[in-house]
């Protein structure tokens, strides 16, 4: 052990050790009373002795101590835990997972030969702890800084470095190839991946009818992009609520190609069902989160079968004769009154007469009662229509001169278990000029796609009745009101009753619009035939739908977003509004319009690129015009990660580190051949330790005893 003083001298430092040797002489020149020489003398060495050791606490001198000992060489194994390391191209294995196995053989090996060995992990910075045996890590971190790793670890490890063995793909993301600060210790680089560009298999669309019906096929078509599979397979699979449906199973013949699947899907059960095509590649890949994309379809009743009574023929029978004429779901049979027959079916003029049980209206998804009163002057009758809505048909009742929301007394006493209005006085009918308003409570609902738009419902004709007396039950929605006047009263109300729903139109005759020219006609087919189709689905389906392909993108990736109307007809304009999450709704991102499918009826489809990573929400709006809007579609927009922008690894990047530095680049083989170039001689080190004057206390102890000794000196001496 080697023993040294330092101090630190300067001008300022000798100057004030001068002056307090003189002041200390000065001091005692002469005293009051005198004292004789010899004790001022005394009292000269006590105060300059004094001085002195306030002037060494001033310049602090420190006792440095160096001692030489021999330590283990230490070998610090750097491993690259950045996103790019879960690729699976190390035989089949992610990169880090062929990472780790290394670097425990190293450990072992290391360990065997007296070395000590430290294991870090880094991506964009380097782990605050070194990895136990045994330990893993996960590649779950963004970015990768092989220069800062170098650099961090020779400031945690200084002197005794031995070598560096760098486990990593060598694809930096930061600090890229800037020059370190020199090299500490040789490093040794092992690869890892793959020096081509990584392969890649990704679902790019999925085509297929958003509604769908049970018991109908419908196909299901995959537009599926492969790169860097050429010569091998890819298995493409059709899967609904983790059900794998079909598979098929496609050959890539290029380097970079677009693969069609087409799959046929029967739904079997009704309601909202999610279907997801995933695509598996033949070998390792870049990216799994696009080998998938999910769609959503509305899977309705097969049929949709309509019951029409009525004591004449009208346009509204002609109109639904058509509507079923012209569908291929809508089945319908209309019942109308014969002279001294009853009713009599159209078409066939076979008999008809309403069922006694509820069980007899079953198998129709709605009933349509207009203008006779004589079927509900029945009391069985009644009751068998209210059982079959309660237990989820529907019924709609249309105003006209027979119609028994027309009659007072018991006649309308026995039909209002089952009507959507109340009596609120004596109900009759009221003529007069009747216009058709949208009510307050529809904006923006289902309801307003049943009239097109208020602009065109403004220029309708009047309607010359309308059913007064009764108001909307207190569960009924008044999508429309008849305005006369200053007063104003339902005109269409809707309730739901048990499981089933049921509606009144009190105003007519509707076939007045029909006569209005084509504006009128198309109102007229556009109120009558909605009305139906929102009763007959079960108030299931909405007017206007809207879905996006996928919950989830990336930053640079195609949104798609898909509108279905329906069998109703198609709207002058299509509009989509897109909002970022937490927005007001006033404040509109970004708006697009939708383009018509050819292919597809009623099928309406727009695209969004460039958007910014954050969560969105989307609406599909009619118009001009018009309130109809869909409900709001979610969806998010995650940043891609840089790792995932070029996965190959970068050899020359490795070699170059490691030949600057005075180590080797290797092959993931020949890490053994790593171990054996290693300097693993004991490596000497001086510890340094020093002792400074100034955190003394028998320096301290020193000081106050002189300065008290002089005190008392004068003190007896009669100076103080």
């Given amino acids: ?109 290391l360990s065997r030969r007296q070395a000590e060995v430290v294991v870090l992990p880094f991506a964009d910075a380097l782990a605050p702890d070194p990895l136990q045996a045994g330990g893993t890590a996960a590649p779950d971190r963004d970015g990768t800084d092989i220069r800062g790793a170098l650099d961090g670890a020779g400031d945690r490890y200084p002197g005794a470095v ?48 958003r509604v769908a019906y049970r018991g109908t096929t419908v196909p299901v078509e995959a537009v599926i992009r492969a790169e860097g599979f050429r010569g091998s397979a890819v298995e493409v699979r059709l ?42 590649p033949g070998g390792p890949e870049r990216d799994r989160g696009n080998n998938s994309e999910s769609i959503r379809i509305d899977v309705r009743k097969e049929r949709v079968r309509l019951l029409y009574v009525d004591n004449l023929a009208d346009w509204n029978s002609a109109f639904l004769r058509d509507l079923v004429g012209r569908s291929e779901r809508l089945e319908g049979e209309i019942a109308l009154g014969a002279a001294g027959r ?49 237990e989820g048909g529907s019924a709609l009742f249309l105003a006209d001169e027979g119609s028994p929301m027309a009659r007072g007394g018991d006649s309308f006493g026995l039909i209002e278990p089952v009507l959507p209005v109340r009596r609120a006085g004596t109900p009759r009918i009221e003529y007069g000029e009747h216009f058709v308003k949208v009510s307050a409570e529809a904006a923006g609902e289902r309801f307003a796609a049943m009239l097109g738009s208020e602009r065109a419902l403004a220029a309708m004709p009047p309607l010359p009745a309308g059913i007064a007396g009764v108001v909307p039950s207190a569960g009924a929605e008044t999508p429309f009101t008849l305005a006369s006047g200053s007063s104003a009263r339902a005109f269409l109300a809707i309730e739901r009753r048990g499981s089933g729903l049921t509606a009144a139109v009190l105003g007519f005759p509707l076939w007045r619009w029909r006569l209005a020219g084509a504006e009128g006609a198309r109102v007229y087919e556009s109120f ?56 007001a709704p006033a404040d509109v991102a970004a708006t697009f319009l939708f383009e018509r499918d050819a292919r597809r009826r009623g099928v309406y489809r727009a695209s969004l690129e460039g958007l910014s990573p954050g969560s969105y929400s989307a609406v599909a709006v009619e118009g001009p015009g018009t309130a109809v809007a869909s409900s709001p579609v979610a969806f998010a ?58 955190g003394s206390v028998p320096a301290l102890i020193v000081l106050v005893a002189l300065l008290g000794a002089e005190w008392i000196a004068r003190k007896a001496w009669g100076l103080v």
């Fill in 637 to 694: 927009v995650e940043p891609a990660s840089v790792e995932f922008l070029d996965l190959s690894r970068d050899g020359s990047l490795l070699a170059r580190i490691a030949a600057e530095s005075g180590g080797a680049f290797v092959e993931r083989g020949a890490i053994d051949s790593v171990v054996s170039a290693f300097d693993l001689s004991g490596r000497s080190v001086d510890r340094r330790s020093a002792r400074e004057l100034r």
């Fill in 528 to 583: 009558f035939g909605g009305l139906v189709q929102y009763l007959a689905e079960g108030a299931k389906s909405p007017p206007l739908a809207l879905d996006a392909d996928r919950t989830v993108y990336r930053s640079g990736d195609r949104v798609r977003l898909t509108a279905s109307i329906g069998e109703r007809d198609a709207p002058g304009t299509l509009r989509g509004e897109l909002r970022r999450a937490g927005d």
């Fill in 342 to 390: 009853g009713f009599t079916l159209d078409p066939g003029g076979s008999r008809w007469t309403f069922p006694r049980s509820s069980s007899g209206l079953a198998r129709y998804d709605l009933v349509i009662v207009s203008d006779d009163a004589r079927l509900f002057a029945e009391k069985e009758n009644v009751e068998t229509l209210v059982r079959y809505v309660e």
């Fill in 239 to 280: 899967i609904e609520d983790g059900k794998r449906l079909a598979a098929a199973v496609l050959a890539v013949r290029r380097d970079s190609e677009l693969l069609a699947a087409a799959f046929d899907y029967l739904p079997e059960r009704e309601g909202a069902r999610r279907l997801t095509v995933e695509a598996i």
């Fill in 1 to 109: 052990m080697d023993l040294d003083i330092a101090m630190r001298f300067t001008i300022w430092t000798t100057v004030l050790a001068a002056g307090l040797v003189v002041l200390s002489v000065a001091a005692y020149r002469r005293t009051a009373p005198p004292l004789p020489p010899a004790r001022r003398a005394l009292l000269r060495v006590l105060r300059a002795a004094s001085f002195a050791v306030l002037a060494l606490l001033v310049v602090n001198p420190a006792i440095v101590m160096t001692r030489t000992e021999t330590r283990r060489p230490l070998v610090i194994v750097l491993l690259d835990r950045s996103r790019s390391m879960e690729t699976r191209d190390a035989g089949g294995r992610p990169r880090l997972d062929a990472a780790l196995e290394d670097a425990e053989r190293l450990r072992r090996e």
């Fill in 162 to 209: 031995a070598a560096v063995v760098l486990l990593s793909d060598g694809r930096t993301t930061r600090g890229m190839v800037a020059s370190g600060r020199g090299a500490y210790a040789p490093v040794f680089a092992v690869g890892y991946g793959d020096t081509a560009r990584s392969a890649d298999v990704a679902v790019e669309e999925v085509v297929a009818d």
